[in-house]
């Protein structure tokens, strides 16, 4: 993980400022944009899914749906709770940012509880791992329960290198994606189902 990037380059941008003025106010966006960013993460909080059917991306579009399971009970910010089992939404994306033979981009739209109306949120994928029947103690786990989420709202990206076999995720949390897995040494990204998905979210503000 990627882990205070931002201001290691926040401090190196007010150094050369003072030599800049072009330089200064490229610097004050790249600040706001962190400052954006930092404000966006402050009403997150951690979460983990299970993916319940194979996320193909050599098989999936950019529009079509897909959805997710809480594997706990998770308390948003905004006093929302949703119960373990409650499904998650959302639809496949597109990525021009990252090369690679193949990408599955991913972004979350909403959460849908198992006895109320549809709720808006916003979700970064902070983490991931594959389908596992056992925890790092060797007891058996529900699908989703397999590791902790250790995310807090001082990790603003995430740029995971090997984070599943052959595959990278990318993701932050000012990103117009949740999260993107992008591979360059296959030619297709699956995730599996019982795959775990670490999740940083928010009810989406209208």
């Not at 909080?45 to 050599?58: E, G, Q």
């Not at 807090?152 to 932050?172: F, K, M, P, Q, Y």
Request: net charge neutral; proline share 4%.
């Amino acid at each position: 993980m990627n882990i205070g990037c931002t201001v290691k380059f926040t401090l190196a941008a007010a150094s050369l400022a003072l030599l800049s003025p072009g330089f200064a106010r490229a610097s004050n966006s790249t600040d706001a944009n962190a400052a954006g960013a930092r404000a966006e993460a402050m009403q997150m909080v951690p979460a983990r899914a299970a993916v319940i059917k194979k996320l193909d991306a050599n098989k999936l579009k950019p529009g079509e749906q897909f959805k997710v399971q809480l594997a706990d009970t998770v308390h948003l910010k905004d006093g929302t709770e949703l119960h373990r089992g409650t499904m998650l939404y959302g639809v496949i994306s597109t990525d021009n940012l990252h090369p690679g033979n193949s990408k599955l981009a991913l972004n979350f739209t909403k959460a849908e509880p198992k006895d109320g109306e549809a709720i808006p949120i916003k979700a970064t994928i902070v983490g991931v791992v594959g389908p596992e029947s056992q925890n790092m103690n060797g007891y058996e786990v529900a699908r989703g329960d397999q590791q902790p989420n250790e995310w807090n709202a001082s990790t603003l990206r995430i740029d995971e290198i090997g984070a599943l076999s052959g595959v990278d995720l990318h993701s932050r949390i000012d990103g117009n994606n949740s999260g993107v897995f992008v591979t360059t040494k296959k030619d297709d990204v699956k995730l599996s189902p019982g795959s775990e998905l670490m999740l940083a979210i928010a009810a989406q503000k209208s």
